[in-house]
């Protein structure tokens, strides 16, 4: 009797385990694991101790169990509840006027990796390099201006 409190306890625990990885903490797997890890020590003890056919029912009526939560959350709405549902349609310097012109020479305020911050006329712009690292303070020239997004180079001196 004690030994079927466990096994349900594990995988109980296991699967609660599982849905808080894939709703809360997305991304860790840290917990995702422990939880698939208690799945399967439940099922494992389960086949050690009840033999073959009483596994494979318990295995069966977990993934049954599982599925059945999640046709049963997605059918209530309960995945909308965490989902983001605001869209980002703004862009950087999109409400500024670019008052730049090829050959301004200013300051890179952050490392161009290959984008970053440059400064000209104490105005900040997202810049970018083309692809060569850009260290931070260093001077830059703007080279070509195209579809809003400027692009510099180091000014070697």
Known sequence: MLIWVAIISLIIIGLA?????LIFIPGTTFVGIIGL??????LVLTFNHFGNSIGWMATSGTIVFSIAVIIYAFRAGAWNKFALKGAIDSKVNQDKPIELEIGDEGIARSAL????????????????SLGELVESDSKIKVIKIKN???????INL
């Open 113 to 128: 990796r290959p984008m970053g911050k440059g400064e000209f006329n104490n105005i900040e712009f997202e810049v970018r």
């Open 148 to 154: 809003r997004k400027i692009f510099v180079e180091p």
């Open 17 to 21: 385990l599982l849905v808080i990885e």
């Open 37 to 42: 890890l208690c799945v399967i020590s439940g």
